[in-house]
């Protein structure tokens, strides 16, 4: 999940308190991601619990416990299956991300005056057309959100932000926005090429082990079916890690980070008459990564948060 922040000074200025629908989703979107997560673990655990009990049973001589076992493994599997059929929670864990990002993108654009959000527009068109783009944002997937209380469009911060100097709103934008966003990208591109390395790893000394257990099964009669239990093991290690996509995600978030520090120092030097179309750029560098992100996942784009090419027309 992405971070962001309402509270805190910056520059003495208030960081920018996130609209209601980005909260809602956001929300929504770590349920989903908790529920699946732990649905798939339990189907590929219990699985792997019925492989284990299975090879076992094939040498005891008193494997009706080991059967009950199996059983409820597999009835776990399937029961688990049916859940994930039944509720989706990835629809809500991919829908509540794309309504969170695309809103917060719209958000910041607003609140600092980028494009579509020109100060040139007074208070009114803008706010007019950023109802307007998140309700198209949330024509996929209002049905998934509890929202709350809080202002649902426009925050007090993010008005107080807007009729600010420019000083001020560059100085929290590139503070709270862009720094903020490119250093979460970086710590999560390193903690997933991590997990991806050690899972690789993993699944190379299970692969191994495999081969020995095998070579091992041939010179004796009733030896436990190891080769077995260990291809069960790596079949499922290979099935979380397609799950995680910790290589997918470590490629995406290095090129979001290395275009934010680009961005960063081009924001800290552009002239105002420049600053909209700068914060469209920023923006779109963010926007690629999280519909890099759904389509990896099988999901299309949530409407409303442009990119540069569709505004231009």
Known sequence: ????????????????????????????????????????????????????????????????????IMLAAFFAAGVSEVLLITLQPERAWY???????????????????????????DDDQAGSLLRMRISQVLDKGRDRLDLSSKPLVVTASMKGLRSSSFDVRRE???????????????????????WATAGRYALLVGEFGAVVAAALALQADRLIDFAGI?????????????????SQLTSAYRVAAVELALQEETLAAIVPEKWAQA????????????????????NERVPGATTRAEEDG
């Open 1 to 68: 999940m992405r971070p962001h922040r309402t509270n805190g000074l910056i520059g003495g200025e208030q960081a920018m308190e996130l609209p209601g629908v980005h909260d809602a989703a956001d929300q929504a979107s770590g349920t989903g991601q908790r529920t699946y997560l732990a649905l798939s673990a339990i189907r590929l655990i219990s699985l792997l619990v019925a492989a284990l009990a299975g090879a076992i049973a094939i040498i005891a001589s008193q494997g009706q416990w080991l059967g009950w």
């Open 95 to 121: 829908a509540g991300r794309a309504i969170a990002e695309s809103t917060k993108t719209l958000a910041w654009r607003y609140a600092v005056g980028g494009e579509p959000f020109p100060l040139t527009l």
């Open 172 to 194: 929290v934008y590139l503070a709270s926005r862009t720094k903020d966003q490119r250093e979460w990208y970086s710590s999560k591109a390193r903690s997933n090429a991590k």
């Open 230 to 246: 260990i291809a069960a093991l790596v079949a499922s290690g290979a099935a979380w890690l397609a799950i995680k996509q910790h």
């Open 279 to 298: 914060v469209a750029d920023a923006e779109e560098a963010i926007s690629r990564e999280h519909t890099m992100w759904l389509a990896s996942r099988g």
